[in-house]
Nanobody, 123 residues
Framework: QVHLVESGGGLVQAGGSLRLSCAAS????????LGWFRQTPGKEREFVCA????????KYADSVKGRFTISRDDAKNTMYLQMNSLKPDDTAVYYC????????????????WGQGIQVTVSS
């Protein structure tokens, strides 16, 4: 069992930056590929980005490519999401997730989820 906790969310102006962290306990994250998803009211949870177990492969949704960077520090059992050039459309609850699979882009392929953290980008 892996317990994930997100931190670092909040309110930021458009064009600003935030860094989300996802800390794990219970098991080492090195056994899992990891991902970030986000969700707004009335919409399905959507893929943001993912990273392989080794950290050598990353995948991004087109909407965040070039602005967001996913990374992992297995020594700290933590994953990060650096978000730059934020837009109001990035406003959502952000979730981190872990999968025994490869760097998945589908919600159903993830085994463990954090509780989510709010990110609000004002215009």
């Amino acid at each position: 069992q892996v317990h994930l906790v997100e931190s670092g969310g909040g309110l930021v102006q458009a064009g600003g930056s935030l860094r989300l962290s996802c800390a794990a306990s219970g098991r080492t994250l090195s056994s899992y590929a990891l991902g970030w998803f986000r969700q707004t009211p009335g919409k399905e949870r959507e893929f943001v980005c993912a990273i392989s177990r080794s950290g050598g492969v990353t995948k991004y949704a087109d909407s965040v490519k070039g602005r967001f960077t996913i990374s992992r520090d297995d020594a700290k059992n933590t994953m990060y999401l650096q978000m730059n050039s934020l837009k109001p459309d990035d406003t959502a609850v952000y979730y981190c997730a872990a999968t025994r699979g490869i760097y998945e882009t589908t919600v159903s392929r993830y085994d463990y989820w954090g509780q989510g953290i709010q990110v609000t980008v004002s215009s």
